[in-house]
T-cell receptor, first 116, second 115 residues
């Protein structure tokens, strides 16, 4: 158990819908990262937040957005869902931020999204 | 673009065989290197990491990896695999020169260990 929690574990929805994935980082970690794992794209970085502020963006679609709340939990919002958005979405957390050296990222169990 | 390559996509071994999985990255400067393992149906778990110092790194479950800067490589090894090592293995790199902490992953290697 990494200490990172994600809910829900599974999500099945229809095209065009909107869903919200939730992540709680390890106690004391200020950085949260979102990754997407799909068969065709592999593991791709989506976005990073540090202490409530967006710090880095990767291959995140405009239909996707995220935020980190004052209690440090994060939500990833996916809208206008398409079949191709079906994937495993992982959240990871670490203690450090940009400029303070690399740190280890610990991953949550993931949310498996199926778009029908 | 900075990238990570894992050349072995599928590896099949018998128990007690030795394992070496290749990982290469494209950047010649300072990097931070990781190997993660994903057991069937589970999340990514850190096996080992290299930030600096001794290029031979020991991780959990008997795994080790060697950083060879001249070859831009960080190969994962285990002298004797067990059936329970069946999993997918991901090499990942942080490229600090980008100013970002994001992990860039290789495509992964699926290891199947037959009893």
């Amino acid at each position: 158990d990494s200490g990172v929690t994600q809910t829900p574990k599974h999500l099945i929805t229809a095209t065009g819908q909107r869903v919200t994935l939730r992540c709680s980082p390890r106690s004391g970690d200020l950085s949260v990262y979102w990754y997407q794992q799909s068969l065709d794209q592999g593991l791709q970085f989506l976005i990073q937040y540090y202490n409530g502020e967006e710090r880095a963006k990767g291959n995140i679609l405009e239909r996707f957005s995220a935020q980190q709340f004052p209690d440090l939990h994060s939500e990833l919002n996916l809208s206008s869902l398409e079949l191709g958005d079906s994937a495993l979405y992982f959240c990871a957390s670490s203690a450090s931020m940009v400029g303070q050296g690399a740190d280890t990222q610990y991953f949550g169990p993931g949310t498996r999204l199926t778009v029908l | 673009a900075q990238s990570v390559s894992q050349h072995n996509h599928h590896v099949i071994l018998s128990e007690a065989a030795s394992l070496e999985l290749g990982c290469n990255y494209s950047y010649g400067g300072t990097v931070n290197l990781f190997w993660y393992v994903q057991y069937p149906g589970q999340h990514l778990q850190l096996l080992l990491k290299y930030f600096s110092g001794d290029p031979l790194v020991k991780g959990i479950k008997g795994f080790e990896a060697e950083f060879i800067k001249s070859k831009f490589s960080f190969n994962l090894r285990k002298p004797s695999v067990q059936w329970s090592d069946t999993a997918e293995y991901f090499c990942a790199v942080i490229f600090p020169n980008t100013g970002f902490q994001k992990l860039v992953f290789g495509t992964g290697t699926r290891l199947l260990v037959s009893p």
